[in-house]
């Protein structure tokens, strides 16, 4: 995250706050990996928060370079197959899941493409101003076409769903990612991390929106049976 060690943990333990509060409101099994995004982010803010803090000092290398990989891990490996397959896991049409299967099956290629490039190259983390820019020998001739994967893992399947308001947090990290790469360029994996952290509170809204109308249904069938 940008700014600070202080603005991280904080973002963080605010997020993972929000993050519980989303996994209560869940009323289906299908919906606990999407409403655990936001503990997810919250741990991740965390996470970068421990590198902030251990970059200046040599002594801490050894935290410094697990907090770079689990940041990393978290952000390349993870996120482009959380999101399909959560999404995936609530949704009850048939035609989207045909839909979202493939790009579940693009997300889960890209991680593994990271995993290998986070095992055969080397990362270095660095402090530049109020952002960490995270330095890596990965295949440069391969970075946009990854990008592409990634966005398409990661964005598309909010807008395929039929799973009312996603389409919002969808048009959110659009924007979100928009405005990294326009002005955060060089800290795009950073800045866009902190974006998608702070946008995963409009899941709360969606799986409390979803709980308000299973309440309402439940309600509506005590109502018939009662007539009954």
């Not at 970059?55 to 801490?60: A, H, N, S, V």
């Not at 891990?73 to 899941?97: N, R």
């Not at 820019?133 to 398409?152: E, G």
Request: aromatic residues 16%; proline residues 4%; hydrophobic residues 50%.
């Amino acid at each position: 995250m940008c700014f600070s060690a202080e603005a991280s943990f904080a973002g963080g333990v605010i997020i993972s706050a929000i993050g519980v509060a989303t996994i209560r409101k869940g009323h289906k099994p299908s919906q606990i990996l999407f409403a655990c995004i936001p503990l997810f982010f919250g741990f991740h803010q965390i996470t970068e928060g421990l590198l902030w803090l251990t970059l200046p000092l040599p002594e801490y290398a050894g935290l410094q370079h697990i907090s770079t990989y689990i940041f990393l891990i978290m952000a390349q490996v993870i996120w482009p197959v959380l999101i399909p397959f959560s999404i995936l896991s609530m949704e009850e049409s048939e035609k989207k899941k045909k839909i979202l299967f493939p790009l579940l099956l693009i997300g889960a290629t890209l991680s593994i493409y990271y995993i290998f490039c986070l095992l055969s190259f080397n990362v270095h983390p660095q402090i530049q101003g109020y952002h960490i820019f995270y330095d890596n020998d990965f295949p440069k001739s391969l970075t946009y076409v990854t990008f592409l994967f990634y966005l398409i893992a990661t964005i598309t399947p909010l807008f395929v769903s039929s799973i009312k308001r996603t389409h919002v947090l969808g048009i959110l990290m659009t924007l979100s990612c928009l405005v990294t790469g326009i002005f955060f360029t060089q800290f795009l994996l950073s800045v866009w991390c902190f974006f998608a952290a702070l946008i995963s509170g409009v899941i709360y809204w969606i799986i409390s929106d979803s709980h308000a109308i299973f309440n309402l249904e439940k309600l509506r069938l005590l109502k018939i049976m009662s007539k009954d």
